[in-house]
C-alpha cells in the first residue's frame, strides 16, 4: 500500500445543537481516489471544509504526511487543493487572476514587488491546456463572463494547479455538461495517477462506481460504509445512504 496522504481521526463537529459529523475515521493513500457520499446533510461539506482548512473540528485531528492541519494556512503549506461546492471564485477577476488567487506570482522592480501579470497569463494558460479545456481559451475574461461550466472546469483547474498532496472536490461535475464532466473526471483520475490522495464528493454514483479505489458513505454525519466498489450497484450504495426503513 501506498503512502498515507490524509489521516482523520475521530473528527467531531456540531454546529448548535446540530450534530453535522461524529467520530469520523478515515485514512486516504497517495494516488487513490475516495469518492464521499451520502444524502444532503449528511455532513459531507462539513467534512471537506475540516479538511481544508476553512472549518476547524470540535474533536478529532486531521493530518496530511503525518502533519497537524487546522487552518487554510496549513492547508497551503501542506499542499491540500480544493473545489468547493460554491466554488469560491471572484467573479470580478480575470481567469488568469483567479487561477492565481492567493499564489500570486511577484516580481521585484528596485525596491517594488510588482504582481508579474505576464508570467501569469502564460503559466494560466499552459495550466488550462494541460487540462484539455478549450473553451476557457481567453485568461484575460472576467469570470463573470464564463457560464456555471466553465467556472466549474476553471474551480478544478485552479485546484489542480496547486495541490501537492491531496487534492478535494465537493461536486466538481454539477454543472457540466457530458463533454466537461469528462474533462474532469479525467484530471481527476490524473492526479491521483501523480500521486495525489484524491476526497471527491458527488451524487453522481454510477460514474463514481466507476472512477474511484474507495466508496465511503456518511450518513447522519456518521461512515456508514468504506470499502471497494467492486460489486456494489447504486441502489445498495443508496440503501446505505438513507438507511434501511
Ligand atoms: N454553517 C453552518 N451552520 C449551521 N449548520 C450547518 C452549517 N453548515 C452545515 N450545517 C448543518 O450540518 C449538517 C451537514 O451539512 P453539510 O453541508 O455538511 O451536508 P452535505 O452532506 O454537504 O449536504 P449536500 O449534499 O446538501 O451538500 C446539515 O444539517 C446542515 O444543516
Ligand atoms: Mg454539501
Request: proline share 3%; net charge neutral; charged share 25%.
Amino acid at each position: 500500500m501506498s503512502e498515507e496522504v490524509l489521516t482523520i481521526t475521530d473528527v467531531g463537529k456540531n454546529f448548535g445543537a446540530v450534530t453535522a459529523l461524529r467520530d469520523v475515521n478515515l485514512k486516504v493513500h497517495a494516488g487513490e481516489i475516495v469518492a464521499l457520499l451520502g444524502d444532503n446533510g449528511a455532513g459531507k461539506s462539513t467534512l471537506m471544509n475540516i479538511i481544508c482548512g476553512s472549518h476547524a473540528a470540535d474533536v478529532g485531528t486531521v493530518k496530511v504526511k503525518g502533519q497537524e492541519l487546522w487552518s487554510l494556512a496549513d492547508a497551503k503549506r501542506l499542499g491540500v487543493g480544493v473545489v468547493y461546492q460554491d466554488l469560491a471564485l471572484a467573479p470580478d477577476l480575470t481567469v488568469a487572476d483567479n487561477l492565481f488567487l492567493g499564489n500570486e506570482e511577484v516580481r521585484r522592480v528596485g525596491p517594488f514587488r510588482m504582481l508579474d501579470r505576464r508570467a501569469m497569463r502564460k503559466d494560466a494558460r499552459a495550466a488550462i491546456e494541460n487540462l484539455g479545456i478549450s473553451t476557457l481559451r481567453d485568461v484575460r475574461l472576467p469570470v463573470a463572463r464564463l457560464s456555471g461550466g466553465q467556472r466549474q472546469v476553471l474551480a478544478v483547474a485552479r485546484a489542480m494547479k496547486w495541490a501537492e498532496n491531496v487534492i478535494l472536490l465537493d461536486e466538481p461535475t454539477a454543472a457540466l455538461g457530458p463533454k466537461q464532466v469528462g474533462i474532469v473526471l479525467d484530471s481527476i483520475k490524473r492526479a491521483a495517477d501523480h500521486g495525489m490522495g484524491v476526497v471527491l464528493v458527488s451524487h453522481d454514483i454510477p460514474s463514481v462506481l466507476k472512477l474511484a479505489d474507495r466508496i465511503v458513505v456518511l450518513r447522519h454525519g456518521t461512515i456508514a460504509a468504506d470499502r471497494p466498489p467492486a460489486g456494489l450497484t447504486v441502489s445498495e450504495v443508496v440503501t446505505v445512504m438513507v438507511g434501511e426503513d
